[in-house]
T-cell receptor, first 111, second 115 residues
Framework: GQSLEQPSEVTAVEGAIVQINCTYQTSGFYGLSWYQQHDGGAPTFLSYNALDGLEETGRFSSFLSRSDSYGYLLLQELQMKDSASYFC????????????FGKGTKLSVKP | DTGVSQDPRHKITKRGQNVTFRCDPISEHNRLYWYRQTLGQGPEFLTYFQNEAQLEKSRLLSDRFSAERPKGSFSTLEIQRTEQGDSAMYLC?????????????FGEGSRLTVL
């Protein structure tokens, strides 16, 4: 089966940098995805890492270490609108055809 | 560009009643997924379709739950004899083929409250 672990809550101030970690256990690994979800909203895709290293997309970056079964999402120059829940996810299921999500990390950005 | 749409957005029902949710995926997407999400948790996979074929069902999907995608376009998720534990947000997502880039497109969800 698959399991993902991430911190339940993180708090940071506007303008700061925050890192949200994710460790995973999976029988077959194809890549690590990150999603953002604002309260009452739909999860929206942020990034995907299939290979080791850092992927940068604007203020957000995502890192993967396959040997450590570990990844993180890095948010820079935090803004109030970044307050949301962030989920890591891996492909899973019997057919490896769907995504299995972690429980999420609730990020609160303070002024 | 029309995203994934779900209907109804909110449903309040009494225990024991049946409810049905509808999902319209992005038009060219051939894969459609149902997830359930409770407060403070991540989306939990329920089932997914490729075109009209239901390819996988989670063990979470009890026999009171049934999903269909009869023409390979929209899908319905029916819950029979609802229980209070069914109260959750039911999310639909779609993708163009296998999720090789890790990206699913989610709808806003249908929130179910069972009294």
């Amino acid at each position: 089966g698959q399991s993902l672990e991430q911190p339940s809550e993180v708090t940071a101030v506007e303008g700061a940098i925050v890192q949200i970690n994710c460790t995973y256990q999976t029988s077959g690994f194809y890549g690590l995805s990150w999603y953002q979800q604002h309260d009452g909203g739909a999860p929206t895709f942020l990034s995907y890492n299939a290979l080791d290293g850092l992927e940068e997309t604007g203020r957000f970056s995502s890192f993967l270490s396959r040997s450590d079964s570990y990844g993180y999402l890095l948010l820079q120059e935090l803004q109030m609108k970044d307050s949301a829940s962030y989920f890591c996810a891996v492909k899973g299921g019997g057919s490896q055809g769907n995504l299995i999500f972690g429980k999420g990390t609730k990020l609160s950005v303070k002024p | 560009d029309t995203g994934v749409s779900q209907d109804p957005r909110h449903k309040i029902t009494k225990r024991g009643q049946n409810v049905t949710f509808r999902c319209d995926p992005i038009s060219e997407h051939n894969r459609l997924y149902w997830y359930r999400q409770t407060l403070g948790q991540g989306p939990e996979f329920l089932t997914y379709f490729q075109n009209e074929a239901q390819l996988e069902k989670s063990r979470l999907l009890s026999d009171r739950f049934s999903a269909e995608r009869p023409k390979g376009s929209f899908s319905t998720l029916e819950i029979q004899r609802t229980e209070q534990g069914d109260s959750a947000m039911y999310l639909c997502a779609s993708s163009l083929g296998p999720i090789n880039t890790g990206e699913l497109f989610f709808g806003e969800g249908s929130r179910l409250t069972v009294l």
